[in-house]
């Protein structure tokens, strides 16, 4: 007979009250929740990437809480709670309301705004955290021995470690002074090139148009880190394929004049008697200065996006017995019976401290009012009543849906691994073909298909932290009732910073002003890759004008990358994405394969490879990159602090004693050091 397993038993009993849903846990929580936030903002606009911000704000508490705040654990269980609904909000924006710049004609930038994004961002946070508390004890303390919830664990991990003791914060803070001083090189001195480039010529005979660039940022370097080897490999692999392979091709066989004609349709170009555009188009001579660069925006992006797309909906279909079986499971006999326990619980008093949720009857509640207020708020769109209806109609039935989904799956994978990106995609599509079968079609509807899809991805996004976060404080005998409000509570917060560093960031810089950019956003500088694939998508089945040859030729890419085993969402990105932004990730993936190999060697074995030096680095690399990064693009607003900041430049000084070449081999030397340095850093054990 088998016997039952061991009941389980909290870091902290639930016999035990110590200090945790204090003022200073809370308001140390929204800090870190804007901070991250905003970081995340940032590097999910450049790169279309996000790293989990939970662990590093576990890691970061113990440090203030042990030096400074004098916190319990469950306070800085608290901290970690508030503040990692920062990182999930802000990926949750990026990856889709950039896109209401994209559609039909401008029919969405009224909307990118930021009281709409704000409305956006707190709906669908709340609707992730909202549909998780009747869900907590399902998922978290019924299946606490099959859903590993592999974040939340390593957090319990992290907070229980700190009680005991350890410094791990040291390390994390050394690579977030790292990043800094490099940065502070590299944006306002440019002792450091930003973009070292090598390119081939579109008249050489062999190799036209090839190009190999790097965009020489600690906070890639860290990314590639923590994600590793294999995944920077992918994503290298599909930048390596568009940049070496189908642009020279493309440049090879297919005129100037055809290529500024494709721009002229996208948008890019007014006509072909008009300089500019991307890859300066010289009407003159009908050729561009940039031949890669045109045939990017051209061609190479909308092949992009339909590998995305592609990839997107391969992964949700390999996770459709997951899907099925976390919604049958979620909502069985049992789970029905813990939320009715749950609800009766609620109502008594005298119940144990850890199993105090807040009730269902708030979720219930809560659900009406936040449809209430899609119908009545002027910054949903919708032409009427009853389109506004419809919105908040497949809101609630798509955001309860997925909540569900996304909480099981992040359990098994991850959070870094949910295909929150196929849900979303999967939602858009749902929703148009809705809006198709009522007949509301045209640029009109497209704003208020992304709004649906917006809010749903901030919602699984933001479910599947709130799991992790619960599970965590399951782990450490928190009160779940005291994390749900927390997690409220950083919603609310972040998506008021979360909005305003989007806006902030969209602002063109003078240069971008001179081009004629009236949006950084969508530009070179901040690609925005997930909310330009929202946006063609929605456009095109509104419309039903998609480029569909482009389209099809990145889908059957995608699946032929699937067909051979390889990650086909992970090769799309790196297909849509700058080569420059692919490689330096790759070479933070490149030192972790080599870390690995060297401790491997030598006998070394890592309890928790999230907790190594390495990683604690790298995410100090990331932390104080794009911070710095949000810094200077909060200082260049102003035109005078960005001339000032100009005029410390020392990049003609170097590039007349180093030359072209040279000052770029410098930038790529620098890089290089600040790799050597995480190696060092990544091959050290942590104590404690």
Not at 110 to 126: P, S
Request: charged share 10%; hydrophobic share 50%.
């Amino acid at each position: 007979m088998v016997s039952p397993p061991p009941a389980h038993k909290p870091f902290v009993p639930a016999t035990e009250s110590p200090a945790e849903f204090t003022a200073k846990a809370v308001i140390t929580g929204a800090v870190f929740g804007v901070l991250f936030g905003a970081a995340t903002v940032y590097l999910s606009l450049k790169a279309g990437l996000s790293v989990s911000a939970s662990i590093p704000i576990a890691v970061l508490a113990i440090s203030l809480g042990r030096r400074f705040l004098n916190t319990t654990i469950l306070e800085n269980n608290i901290i970690q709670t508030t503040g990692s609904a920062g990182e999930s909000i802000a990926s949750g924006v990026v990856f889709t309301m950039p896109g209401f710049l994209f559609l039909t004609n401008g029919s969405g930038a009224d909307f990118f705004n930021y009281w709409t994004i704000l409305t956006l961002a707190i709906l669908g946070g709340l609707i992730g955290t909202l549909m998780m508390i009747p869900l907590r004890r399902s998922l978290i303390v019924q299946e606490h021995g099959t859903l590993p919830y592999p974040e939340g664990t390593a957090c319990a991990s992290v907070l229980i470690a700190g009680e005991k003791g350890g410094d791990f914060a040291k390390t994390a803070y050394q690579g977030l002074g790292a990043a800094l001083v490099y940065a502070f090189l590299q944006k306002v001195l440019h002792i450091i090139a930003e973009v070292p480039v090598w390119a081939t010529k579109q008249a050489n005979r062999y190799f036209p148009s090839a190009q190999v660039a790097g965009e020489i940022t600690p906070e890639y370097l860290g990314v590639g880190y923590i994600i590793g080897f294999r995944i920077s490999a992918v994503l290298v692999g599909g930048g390596i394929l568009a940049w070496l392979g189908l642009i020279p091709l493309l440049a090879s066989v297919v005129p100037g004049d055809t290529i500024a004609l494709q721009l002229q349709k996208l948008g890019y170009l007014d006509n072909l008697q008009t300089a500019g555009g991307p890859g300066g188009w010289n009407p003159a001579t009908h050729t561009f200065s940039d031949t890669a660069a045109a045939i990017y925006r051209a061609y190479i992006r909308q092949i992009g996006a339909g590998a995305v797309t592609a990839g997107g909906f391969m992964t949700l279909i390999k996770t459709i017995p997951t899907i099925v079986s976390s919604f049958k499971q979620s909502f069985s006999k049992t789970s029905i019976n813990a939320i009715e326990a749950e609800n009766a619980l609620s109502g008594h008093s005298g119940i144990p401290r850890t199993e105090q949720d807040l009730s269902v009857r708030i979720v219930i509640i809560g659900s009406i009012v936040l449809a209430a207020l899609m119908i009545v708020l002027p910054q949903i769109p919708g032409d009427s009543i009853l389109t506004k209806l419809l919105i908040a109609v497949l809101v609630i039935v798509f955001g309860f849906f997925f909540v569900t989904v996304a909480s099981r799956i992040v359990g098994l994978i991850g959070s870094s691994s949910s295909p929150v990106s196929g849900m979303t995609i999967a939602t858009i599509m749902g929703t148009s073909l809705v809006f198709i079968g009522f007949g509301l079609t045209g640029k009109l509807y497209e704003p208020a298909v992304l709004v649906v899809g917006s809010m749903i991805c901030v919602a699984a996004a933001n479910a599947g932290a709130t799991s992790q976060d619960l599970k965590t404080g399951y782990i450490v005998g928190a009160t779940p009732k005291y994390q749900q409000m927390a997690l409220f509570v950083g919603v609310i917060v972040s998506s008021l910073v979360v909005g305003a560093t989007v806006k902030i960031l969209d602002t063109p810089t003078p240069d971008l002003l001179a081009q004629g950019i009236t949006h950084a956003i969508g530009s070179d500088k901040f690609p925005a890759p997930q909310g330009t694939l929202m946006a063609t998508l929605i456009k095109g089945l509104l419309s039903f004008n998609l480029d569909w040859q482009f389209v099809l030729v990145g889908a059957f890419i995608a699946f032929v990358f699937e067909l051979v085993g390889v990650s086909a969402l992970a090769f799309a990105v790196g297909l849509y994405l700058p080569l420059s932004t692919t490689l330096p990730i790759f070479a933070g993936g490149l030192v972790k394969a080599i870390v690995d190999a060297s401790k491997k060697r030598k006998g070394i074995v890592e309890e928790d490879a999230d907790l190594g030096k390495g990683n604690l680095f790298a995410t100090g690399l990331v932390a104080g990159g794009a911070l710095a990064g949000v810094a200077v693009a909060l200082l260049s607003v102003n035109a005078s602090i960005y001339n000032g900041l100009a005029s410390l430049t020392l990049e003609p000084v170097l590039g007349r004693a180093l030359g072209e070449g040279g000052y770029m081999l410098l930038g790529a030397l620098s890089f290089v050091g600040l790799a050597i340095l995480l190696w060092r850093v990544g091959e050290q054990k942590q104590e404690g």
